[in-house]
């Protein structure tokens, strides 16, 4: 027999042998194991000056319950619940208790395999092939993952989207607000309808879905419902600038809705208007030359730039200068604010980037989505992403915004005078 034959070991059809996922799993379990038995003990160390009267101590480790299995990302954990005892013989209300928050008593499944279903939803799966492609996912074994489980979970989400849509926005404030009107591509019916979403920017620099309903994106009554409804549920101070895009029936309405709110036209769907007036064999040309007014260093020149920009222009394409133009006071009011937050203010990007990954599940879905199961798969999905949007550039300029300090080319306006002076 030849010495260097290989045996491969036997396997049920249909099992995925990948050791590096054995290897990932093996790994994840034993941090997990760390990280619950290092919970128990900074639970107990914080009673550790708790004592009987015969001076023992009165919160101590307890072992581990039975091991149970939680579905993961990358498959089935098996992991033991640490235990804590309080020696102290006191009455049920006041005996000290200890609840994992890594591990909650109950749980068989991560939070981050409650984000894959949707997506899941979004791509099309049927109720019938859920455990098929879960199995795929997360190894053979699946038990709580049944239809009923999964049905249970959409009723779920849809009682998180009402509480969500009735929250309390009295202690809430927002300096910055982006908006837009999302086509999924999900064949939602009516064709006409999509996604109208607000994000807000906090005084903290965070950012947070603020507003999220079905509505017609051009239509001023869709957005007037919308910032009537927030405003209704306390969000009573307005934000100092909103940017989204110019053919929004939301400008409409921010005008009746919160008047004394600035207004920014997002320069990515600008530019693409503008450039549907060129030809393809001029478009890198006049995308420099549009480039080179957003990005000007200061409102003097750029508005020197779109002077340039229409002499080049004028004479031939006098539709994409008109196109450029029209909007100069509401494509320039980043100017007046911190400069290190125009990366953010001059388009509508924290909305396109959230929904890119979003719009990438949708298009591929193989049935029809209810308008109803788009929203409710949507604002699941968008939530569990919020979780991980990075805060604005510049936080500290934040509250100087909120005082009202006027900022003229990107910093406080007496600076520069100063450097003018200078």
């Known amino acids: ?94 005996r000290i208790r200890f609840t994992s928050n890594i591990l909650p008593r109950w749980a068989r499944r991560s939070r981050s395999l409650d984000a894959l279903l949707p997506v899941l939803y979004l791509r099309g799966v049927s109720m019938g092939d859920f455990q ?46 982006w908006a837009d009107g999302v086509y999924l591509q999900a064949r939602m019916e009516p064709q006409a309808e999509c996604m109208l979403v607000i994000l807000g920017a906090t005084p903290e620099g965070k950012k947070e879905l603020v507003g999220f309903q079905v509505g017609v994106r051009e239509s001023a009554q869709s957005w007037r419902e919308l910032l009537v409804d927030l405003k209704a549920r306390g969000l009573a101070v307005p934000p100092e600038l909103a940017v989204g895009d110019g053919a929004l029936g939301f400008w409409k309405a921010m005008d009746e809705v919160f008047p004394s709110t600035r207004h920014q036209r997002c320069w990515f769907h600008k530019m693409a208007n503008v450039l549907n007036c060129f ?27 779109i002077e340039t920009f229409k002499e080049k222009y004028a004479a031939k394409y006098q539709r994409g200068v008109s196109c450029l133009t029209k909007d ?50 949507v604002f699941t999905l968008v939530r569990a992403a919020s979780k991980k949007w990075r805060k604005l550039n510049g936080t500290n300029q934040l509250p100087r915004v909120i005082e009202g300090v006027r900022f003229t080319d990107g910093v406080v306006a007496d600076d520069a005078n100063q450097s003018r002076a200078a």
């Open 279 to 305: 030809p393809k064999s001029m478009q890198p040309a006049v995308t420099a030359d549009l480039r080179e007014i957003s990005h000007a260093e200061t409102r003097a020149a750029a508005l020197t730039a």
């Open 1 to 94: 027999m030849n010495d260097d034959t290989t045996i491969s070991p036997l396997h049920q059809p249909g099992s995925i042998l990948d050791p590096l996922t054995e290897i990932a799993r093996e790994g994840a379990r034993q941090m997990l194991a760390v990280a619950l038995k290092a919970e128990a003990a900074s639970f107990v160390a914080r009673f550790a000056d708790e004592r009987l009267s015969n001076g023992r101590q009165r919160v101590v480790h307890h072992g581990t319950g039975p091991e149970r299995t939680i579905q993961t990302g990358i498959g089935p954990l098996a992991v033991k619940r640490h235990k804590v005892r309080d020696r102290a013989a006191v009455g049920a209300e006041k």
């Open 132 to 177: 098929e492609a879960l199995t795929a996912l997360l190894g053979p074994d699946a038990p709580n993952l049944s239809p009923g489980v999964i049905s249970r979970l959409s009723a779920g989400w849809q009682e998180d989207y009402d509480r969500w849509q009735r929250r309390d926005l009295s202690a809430r404030r927002y300096v910055y607000i």
């Open 328 to 377: 100069n006071e509401a494509l320039l009011a980043f100017y007046d604010f911190p400069a290190e937050h125009w990366e953010h203010l001059r388009t509508s990007n924290p909305i396109e980037s959230v929904f890119a990954t979003v719009r990438h599940r949708t298009v591929r879905t193989k049935g029809a989505l209810s308008q109803k199961t788009a929203k409710l798969m």
